[in-house]
C-alpha cells in the first residue's frame, strides 16, 4: 500500500517530533477497523486535557464505521467532507456544555479544543490517523443524537488508519500532497515585549 508516511512540518522553533510530525489527512483505509486500544488512550488523554476550574464542559459522540450512530454524523458533514469522511473507522463529535444550571459556562468552547487537540496528539502518538472538521450541519446533529440547547457540537473528526494515496481521486491526492504552510510565528505574536 502507497501511503504517506513523512509530512513532517517546517517549524520556525524546534518543537517535539509528535507535533511536527501529525498532519490532517483525508485518506482512510476504508478496510480497517478501529485500534480500540489506542481510540482508549485517545479518550483517555481527552480526559486529562485542561478545563477550566475542572468543569469538564464537553462530552464526546464516538461512532464506529458502520453504525447508526456514524450513519447520522455521515449524513450531518458538508460538501467535500463527505466525500472523504465516510473511509475513517470512526468519527468523534467534540460537544460542549455551553450552559450547566441555566448559568452559561464561558471556557466550555476553549476546554472543547483543548480536548479534542489532546485526543489528536495521543492518536497520532499511537499510529491513528485524524482529521478535524468544522463544516456540518450542528442542528442536525443536535437532533440525531437527542442533544439540549446546552450543548454545542464543536467538531467533527474522522480517526482511523492511514490509507492508500493510490486508491482516491487525483484531487484528494493534490490535497494530500500539497506543501504544509502555515504563517510565521511571528505574525501570529500580537505582543511579544
Known sequence: MATLTDRTADTDAPIIDILAERWSTRIF????????????????AARWS?????TQAWRVIVARRGSAAHAHIMSALAGFNSVWAGDAAALVVFVAETTRDGQPMAWAQYDTGQ????FTVQAHADGLSTHQMGGFDRDALAAAFGLSDDFLPVTVMAVGSLGDIRTVSAELQARETAPRERRPAADSVLVND
Not at 483505509?29 to 483517555?44: F, G, N, Q, R
Open 29 to 44: 483505509d476504508p478496510e480497517a477497523v478501529i485500534d480500540e486500544t489506542a481510540l482508549a488512550s485517545a479518550l483517555e
Open 50 to 54: 485542561p478545563t477550566a476550574a475542572n
Open 115 to 118: 480536548v479534542a487537540a489532546h
